[in-house]
């Protein structure tokens, strides 16, 4: 069990271009989400994943975001024409459905600045 | 709305101090409860947890114990460390909407 991996843990990207984060799960966690955090807050849900369903996505993921998770295990967050708002941690968690307490493990977060 | 409401920081204390970081949430039903700590740079680590009322989660000298009655939730560690300077998040765990719901998190430093 190697945790929840994230990739690339550092991004900086002018203002207009295409971003794209992935993530990698605790192996047979059929369970991913993604969320953010802004400097000095607490992070936001974004959006989940149960297996390679899309359940929920939050107001917050405009139409310039989008997930994906193909096969069921690793995933990726994409935001089109970046904005200077866009700078944040993106982070990815997972969990096991009918886990105890539905214990959810984070990643080490991917930081996008956006110049 | 479900909401979390913590303890405002920046919190500062001396080594071996005692620490009481106050938790309390509004959600509909039990969630389950958990504490987070991160720190800098780093993402989210778990801290410990409680799924249903009077549990009390407890790790590397932490302790929480989950009241219903107060929806409260508050960590505890009676003898704090350098190390611990980090900044905590309670969050409980929505059963209907499937999602962790965070405040904005206690920074804690701990001074030698």
């Known amino acids: 069990d190697t945790g929840v991996s994230q990739d690339p843990r550092h991004k900086i990207t002018k203002r207009g271009q295409n971003v794209t984060f992935r993530c990698d799960p605790i192996?047979?966690?059929?369970?991913l989400y993604w969320y953010r955090q802004t400097l000095g807050q607490g992070p936001e849900f974004l959006t989940y994943?149960?297996?390679?369903?899309?359940?929920?996505k939050s107001r917050l993921l405009s139409d310039r975001f989008s997930a994906e998770r193909p096969k069921g295990s690793f995933s990726t967050l994409e935001i089109q024409r970046t904005e200077q708002g866009d700078s944040a941690m993106y982070l990815c968690?997972?969990?096991?459905?009918?886990?105890?307490?539905?214990?959810?493990?984070f990643g080490e977060g991917s930081w996008l600045t956006v110049v | 709305g479900d909401s979390v409401t913590q303890m405002e920081g920046p919190v500062t204390l001396s080594e071996e101090a005692f620490l009481t970081i106050n938790c309390t949430y509004t959600?509909?039903?039990?969630?389950?409860l958990f504490w987070y700590v991160q720190y800098p740079g780093e993402g989210l680590q778990l801290l410990l947890k409680?799924?249903?009322?009077?549990d009390k989660g407890s790790n590397k000298g932490f302790e929480a114990t989950y009241r219903k009655e107060t929806t409260s939730f508050h960590l505890e560690k009676g003898s704090v460390q350098v190390s611990d300077s980090a900044v905590y998040f309670c969050?409980?765990?929505?059963?209907?909407?499937?999602?962790?719901?965070f405040g904005q998190g206690t920074r804690l430093t701990i001074n030698p």
């Open positions: 968690a997972s969990s096991s459905q009918g886990a105890a307490g539905n214990t959810i493990y």
């Open positions: 192996s047979e966690h059929n369970r």
């Open positions: 994943f149960q297996n390679e369903a899309q359940l929920e």
């Open positions: 959600a509909t039903g039990y969630p389950s």
């Open positions: 409680a799924t249903k009322a009077d």
């Open positions: 969050a409980p765990y929505l059963q209907g909407a499937q999602k962790l719901v």
